[in-house]
């Protein structure tokens, strides 16, 4: 799924927006796909911290990530510190079953937010209106700058 996506024009499928879901759960990680889809921002997906990682490396422009803080292989608060050290202006919304609590230091960040498991379409709208993003097809993406 990440090859159509990075092979497209400046790194995005089509002028649209890019969301990394880092999602260990096949089914949640397939919800989520499909809803930000029918919202009208192209996806790639991973299942742990090191392809979230990788594939965020490839993509080196995105505008969003959903990043499970449950990840077998690291934990996902630990993955989005390492995505905002390389991309700070990087959209972040952490999902997890243990309250917004679970954000840690994070929680101060206002780029980043908190998805209550279990979750529907409208909870991840919500989620995506309190970062300041539309939730309709998107006008044109946004510029992102080098990783550093």
Same mark, same amino acid.
């Given at each position: 799924r990440i090859r159509p996506v990075i092979d497209a024009k400046d790194g995005f499928g089509g002028g649209q927006h890019v969301v990394l879901i880092v999602e260990d759960e096949p089914l949640v990680r397939s919800y989520l796909t499909e809803t930000l889809e029918t919202f009208g921002f192209a996806t790639v997906g991973a299942a742990s911290a090191r392809e979230g990682l990788a594939a965020a490396e %490839? !993509?080196?422009?995105?505008? &969003?990530? *959903? #990043?499970?803080?449950?990840?077998?292989?690291?934990?996902?608060?630990?993955?989005?510190?390492?995505? %905002? !050290?390389?991309?700070?202006? &990087?959209? *972040? #919304?952490?999902?997890?079953?243990y309250g917004e609590q679970a954000l840690g230091r994070l929680h101060s960040d206002s780029r980043v937010t908190h998805l209550a498991k279990p979750f529907d379409a409208d909870g991840i709208q919500r989620a995506l209106v309190r970062l300041g993003m539309r939730t309709s097809i998107p006008d044109s993406p946004t510029s992102c700058g080098s990783a550093s």
């Open positions: %490839r !993509l080196k422009c995105m505008e &969003l990530a *959903i #990043v499970d803080i449950g990840l077998p292989d690291r934990n996902g608060l630990e993955l989005a510190a390492d995505l %905002r !050290l390389r991309w700070p202006d &990087l959209k *972040i #919304v952490i999902a997890s079953g």
